[in-house]
């Protein structure tokens, strides 16, 4: 039986597909599966799926109709024999050492997760693909080390790839379906179910920047999930008294909504749509601040938050004061 199970969904793909499938069959660490799931791809994705399918037994082919990244993530997770699980993505690659180091990571330390370090651009160049010096640092799950860890690895706390799971952690959170950044929803669950990490600090990873992904492109609602996954996080760390990193995300929760409500106001359409989406937020701010401690700055901020019209009558005051 396989020991990893790699997951990767596909959706139009085709120009960057063969360089993702290309990176996982040839890693130093073979004892893997991979399970790809064509999401209902219209390009020639399935052409170049099956042409790997047909050489190397270790890949296994699921098609459905479109129905978004996360319930091809979801489908895969349920298809998988493996006691660990990878999530890669069909337009990034792999360093060839990437399973063997993440695996090592995990069964040194006994460990429910191992992350590396990534790369984020266009292109990749043949520097990336070099053998690198394995080195590795462990942590306990708590407050403090997570806030560390969110300052030095972002990918840690935000993000599924880069990353190798146990599967349990997995099963007993998978994504929510029909959502987009799913991933920022279930990523701390997963962190802090794991208990202990490891971290290779090497980037193993390569983010592909793709001009034409949902995150990426021109605003459409669907980018108001961010706000949703964020309000998921808020309260699953309130559940688990992780405060400190709660008031971190409460603030970055405003910055998001202020960012989606200045790119929707320019749309007409959009308006009534605005003072919804504010009077949400605000409430969601309120619920959590009541157990934040809050330095004179961050209170600042949410007050100018919760009460913009209030805060510049006061500067107005104030300048009249004087």
């Not at 069909?90 to 429910?112: M, R, W």
């Not at 993000?159 to 029909?178: N, P, S, T």
Request: aromatic content about 12%; overall charge neutral; some cysteine.
């Amino acid at each position: 039986m396989p020991l990893i199970s790699i997951i990767v969904p596909v959706y139009n793909s085709s120009k960057y597909l063969r360089a993702c499938l290309d990176s996982i069959v040839n890693q130093t660490f073979s004892e893997f599966e991979l399970i790809i799931v064509n999401d209902g791809s219209t390009d020639d994705s399935d052409t170049i799926i099956d042409e790997y399918a047909k050489s190397d037994e270790r890949i296994k082919v699921f098609s459905q109709a479109n129905k978004g990244q996360a319930s091809a993530r979801n489908f895969g997770v349920n298809q998988s024999v493996s006691d660990w699980i990878c999530f890669i993505d069909s337009d990034d690659v792999i360093n060839p050492y990437f399973l063997e180091y993440l695996f090592k990571a995990v069964t040194e330390n006994n460990a429910g997760m191992s992350v590396c370090s990534y790369i984020e651009g266009k292109k990749t160049d043949n520097a990336f693909f070099e053998k690198k010096e394995y080195l590795s640092t462990d942590y306990e799950i708590n407050e403090s080390n997570v806030l560390d860890l969110v300052k030095e690895f972002s990918n840690i706390y935000w993000l599924v790839w880069a990353k190798l799971i146990r599967k349990d952690i997995v099963v007993c959170q998978l994504f929510d379906e029909g959502r987009i950044y799913e991933d920022n929803a279930v990523a701390p669950k997963w962190l802090y179910k794991a208990k202990k990490i490891v971290v290779v600090d090497l980037p193993l990873y390569f983010y592909t920047q793709n001009d034409k992904s949902t995150t990426h492109s021109a605003f459409s609602l669907k980018q108001l999930d961010l706000l949703w996954a964020l309000e998921q996080q808020l309260a699953f760390l309130d559940s688990i008294s992780f405060y400190k990193m709660e008031l971190r995300i409460l603030l970055f929760y405003m910055d998001c909504t202020d960012s989606l409500i200045s790119k929707m106001s320019n749309q007409i359409e959009y308006k009534k749509r605005c003072k919804v989406i504010r009077k949400q937020s605000k409430r969601i701010v309120k619920k959590h601040v009541q157990n934040l401690i809050l330095c004179s700055e961050d209170e600042k901020r949410i007050r100018n938050f919760l009460h913009p019209f209030l805060t510049r009558i006061s500067c107005k005051m104030f300048r009249n004061d004087r």
